[in-house]
């Protein structure tokens, strides 16, 4: 760490920009945010990294001559990426956050307007995942020299609003930086948030035009190193003590592993705590992989998308252990899942928002901190689940697994295999190096039933916001943060039309990225949904306007795998199940770009995978002339009639 010594204030600065003797530097706002982000860094368990690694950029006039030049000035500190669209490259940035435990993140700076307007999605899903990225977006003139400027939207009651406001309510820390000064602050406020396990999410800071462009004295230290130590906060003494007792008192317990233990790096120790309790293991979507898939108290995905082993424990379960988890309805079943009158709740969470849902006992603590403690405090009693009881889940998951294998079962010459058959060919080609990337549409659902997750980080399914288009640009971030590792992007055709545009990104890095497009021509996960509340498919299929005016006609003619060769990839075209064995290991060995195109059947027979073991509650028109929408409203009521408020 070095700071600038030096003769009288008022000396010209150096070529370095250094005003002798003042132990100051003159920049501008950009120059010295830019210079101040290549300085700071995260330490956890003794290892330290960069907490912003890279910035992420797409120019117009609310930043070019801003945040732009100052990427200029900053040469090798620190590194650009050229993104394609403003939404795309917070996808990126979130997944590069959450391939790296959220001890390094990205920064991603846009114009003012709709370079702006375009990160609310990307922010809404990092914040929901309590993932970090950083935000800097240009905004209009501080001074306001000439109003309204290109792009600005105008509010006759409210002078100070831009749409860079609409960044509040997802942002976990919004800032504008109006004066040089207020960005010392601000920048500080940025980087707690950002690296703090309990508050982080997205962080705001928007930039002014003018603002971003204008020199100001900075003080030296302002820009020394500084390291922000992401502390394993240890549960309150009186508290463990009582989730020992709870735990002691079960007979039934199940743990649920949410993404806090990834995130903790404490699948070791959740190893270690299945192995000394033998208290069996179920995983939210965030959580799948903290248990490998053949460890003995793994028993899989819980909830409506979940496994019926894991399904049927909770229905009996009389404590249920959250882990690092947030409690999301599709893991709750809608508050239909844990039925059992007696049954009690134990949060670890390092966030006590989580810690206390579903009027859980709260252990607020580091995931990892938290697990070995519980360990070593039933050692103390030599406390294990009852023999009968792991008996029972073990043949449970035996009978599980016998029915992945059935929907993951494959025949050679098969045209247009189902989605399941698919994942089969590729179940039989990964290994614990692969990286797999979803968000939305049917996979998911199939995914966390059958995915056999071989690693801690090979499950990297978003379903907190479950955002079509996330996959491609957050399968850049991963392999930037994984490089030489392979990482597949898995789309349908609904989520890639949202959102193909960073295979450009790829393609422009080099990065060996796999895409694998489904095509099945049409929303197959809403389609399903739509027939099960009595909406009968609608509006769900590609297909034409037939002439009664519904959208019923011949499948549309688009040809994506045409579209992804025009943007730079490689495509591989498979139609047999021999052909996709083929495909998916050329494109694994590739050390390029490469996208694996096939179709499956319709989009009303796309899975073949076991049915959802536990409900979601989407609610069902509560009249209605049509006998499918009348139906579902009689299995909606019977559904309903079993919620209950864990109280």
């Not at 980087?191 to 396990?197: C, E, G, I, K, T």
């Amino acid at each position: 760490m070095t700071t600038a010594n030096g003769p009288r204030t008022g000396d010209a600065p150096g070529a370095d920009g250094n005003v002798p003797g003042t132990g100051t530097r003159r920049l501008t706002v950009a120059q010295a945010l830019i210079t101040f982000l290549s300085r700071q860094y995260t330490e956890r368990d003794g290892r330290r990294q960069r907490l912003i690694n890279a910035t992420w950029g797409i120019f117009g006039h609310g930043n070019v001559a801003g945040i732009g030049q100052a990427l200029v000035e900053s040469g090798a500190d620190m590194r650009y990426v050229q993104g394609r669209n403003e939404q795309a490259m917070v996808h990126a940035a979130v997944g590069y956050a959450r391939q790296s435990n959220r001890l390094s993140a990205h920064a991603v700076t846009t114009s003012i307007g709709p370079g702006a307007t375009n990160l609310v999605t990307g922010a809404a899903l990092a914040t929901i995942n309590r993932l970090p990225v950083l935000l800097l977006p240009g905004d209009t003139f501080a001074t306001r020299p000439a109003e309204p400027v290109l792009q600005q939207l105008e509010d006759p009651s409210q002078g100070d609003v831009s749409v860079n406001d609409a960044l509040r309510p997802v942002s976990r820390y919004f800032d504008r930086i109006s004066r040089p000064e207020a960005l010392i602050p601000a920048a500080l406020a940025a980087m707690r948030v950002l690296s703090d396990p309990a508050e982080t999410g997205a962080v705001t800071l928007a930039l002014p035009q003018d603002v971003q462009a204008e020199a100001w004295d900075w003080p030296e230290e302002f820009f020394a190193e500084r390291i922000w130590r992401v502390r394993r906060q240890a549960p309150d003494p009186a508290e463990l003590d009582a989730a020992l007792a709870l735990v002691r008192q079960s007979r039934r317990p199940l743990l649920v592993a949410g993404g806090g233990v990834h995130h903790s790096a404490a699948e070791d120790a959740l190893a270690a705590f299945a192995d000394a309790t033998g208290i069996p293991v179920a995983a939210t979507q965030a959580g799948k992989g903290a248990l490998r898939h053949d460890h003995p108290s793994d028993i899989g995905g819980i909830g409506h998308t979940g496994t019926a082993t894991a399904d049927e424990l909770a229905r009996t379960a009389d404590l249920v252990i959250g882990v690092g988890t947030r409690w999301s309805d599709f893991s709750t079943a809608s508050a239909t899942l844990f039925a059992n009158p007696a049954v009690r709740f134990l949060n670890v969470n390092v966030t006590s928002f989580d810690a206390h849902k579903l009027a859980a006992h709260p252990l607020v603590a580091d995931a990892r901190t938290a697990l070995e403690l519980l360990t070593a405090g039933l050692g103390e009693t030599a406390y294990a689940a009852d023999a009968s009881y792991v008996a029972e889940y073990s043949e449970d998951k035996e009978w599980w697994e016998e029915r992945v294998d059935a929907a993951l079962a494959t025949d050679e010459d098969l045209l247009r295999p189902t989605q399941s058959q698919i994942l089969g060919v590729l179940d039989e080609l990964v290994t614990e190096e692969d990286i797999l990337v979803n968000a939305a549409g049917s996979l998911p659902g199939d995914l966390h039933k059958l995915w056999r997750t071989r690693s801690r980080d090979q499950y990297h399914v978003e379903y907190g916001y479950s955002c079509m288009g996330y996959e491609i640009p957050a399968a850049i971030g991963v392999q930037l943060a994984a490089p030489g590792r392979p990482v597949w992007a898995l789309v349908g055709d609904g989520t890639y039309l949202m959102n193909p545009t960073e295979i450009v990104t790829a393609v422009q890095e080099r990065l060996p990225l796999k895409v694998v497009i489904i095509q099945n021509h049409g929303y197959a996960s809403i389609g399903g949904l739509s027939a099960s509340v009595g909406a009968e498919s609608f509006g769900t299929a590609y297909r034409f306007r037939a002439d009664d005016g519904t959208y019923t006609g011949a499948p549309l003619p688009v040809d994506l795998a045409a579209n992804a060769a025009s943007l730079g990839m490689r495509v591989i075209r498979a139609k047999t199940i021999r052909d996709l064995r083929e495909a998916l290991a050329e494109a694994r060995a590739a050390d390029g770009p490469t996208c694996v195109y096939v179709e499956t059947e319709t989009a009303d027979t796309v899975s073949g995978v076991p049915p959802a073991q536990a409900w979601w509650d989407v609610p069902v028109a509560e009249t209605a002339t049509r006998p499918a929408a009348v139906e579902a409203r009689e299995v909606y009521d019977r559904h309903v009639a079993a919620r209950r408020r864990h109280l």
